[in-house]
């Protein structure tokens, strides 16, 4: 089945210590998002790419960043990671932008600990 | 800015009751509005969604919203409810027209009990 792959499922790194999560899709579809999912609360969005074409949200910390190499695979880096960036990572695609028009499609996340 | 605003946390209901969990957003323009819900251990997937035309629409799984433009909302219903409907719902929304992003409410957990 097409599908959002998130790996890994559960993350743990240490304080200060780079990290990468990965998605990857087979929908083919042009809209890529990050979103972070604290305990009790709505998930909220990082950025995306349309295409090839970054958006950071206003709110994103410089410690968050992502790369998209190809259609299919994009990344969340947290440079520095802090006690705080501990969450649930979500990414989710979209056939087009087009002001909401299409449904977005989302992985099973990551969920991150900073010891 | 956008906002979304789930009534309730926590819903605990028994098989065969009636549902309906509220959502209520703040926008300054017109929206499309989803539910999604997501099933213990699973990850989101959309329940249904309302872009236009007729304010109450069926989604899968037996559920509908009606979407209230004078009352800002778009609560879900399900006329009788099945323990495997046990899952956390999410309602969203996003504008229209012009650069808008999702925005999701916190999330309401529905328990249901055999």
């Known amino acids: 089945d097409a599908m959002v792959i998130q790996n890994p499922r559960y993350q743990v790194t240490q304080f200060g210590k780079p990290v990468t999560l990965s998605c990857s899709q087979t929908?083919?579809?042009?809209?890529m998002y990050w979103y972070q999912q604290k305990s009790s609360q709505a998930p909220k969005l990082l950025f995306h790419?349309?295409?090839?074409?970054?958006?950071n949200e206003a709110d994103t910390p410089d410690n968050f960043q992502s790369r998209r190499p190809n259609t299919s695979f994009c990344f969340l880096d947290i440079r520095s990671p802090g006690l705080g960036d501990a969450a649930m990572y979500l990414c989710?695609?979209?056939?087009?932008?087009?002001?909401?028009?299409?449904?977005?499609?989302f992985g099973p996340g990551t969920r991150l600990t900073v010891t | 800015a956008q906002s979304v605003s789930q009534h309730n946390h926590h819903v605990i209901l028994s098989e065969a009751a009636s549902l309906e969990l509220g959502c209520n957003y703040s926008?300054?323009?017109?929206?499309?509005l989803f539910w999604y819900v997501q099933y213990p251990g699973q990850h989101l997937q959309l329940l249904l969604k309302?872009?236009?035309?007729?304010?109450l629409v069926k989604g899968i799984k037996g559920f509908e919203a009606e979407f209230i433009k004078s009352k800002f909302s778009f609560n879900l219903r399900k006329p009788s409810v099945q323990w495997s409907d046990t899952a956390e719902y999410f309602c969203?929304?996003?504008?229209?027209?012009?650069?808008?992003?999702?925005?999701f409410g916190k999330g309401t957990m529905l328990l249901v009990s055999p």
């Open positions: 790419y349309y295409d090839k074409d970054f958006n």
């Open positions: 929908l083919n579809h042009n809209v």
């Open positions: 309302y872009f236009s035309g007729d304010p």
């Open positions: 926008y300054g323009g017109t929206v499309n």
């Open positions: 989710a695609t979209s056939r087009d932008w087009a002001s909401g028009l299409y449904e977005q499609y």
């Open positions: 969203a929304v996003i504008g229209n027209s012009g650069y808008s992003t999702l925005t």
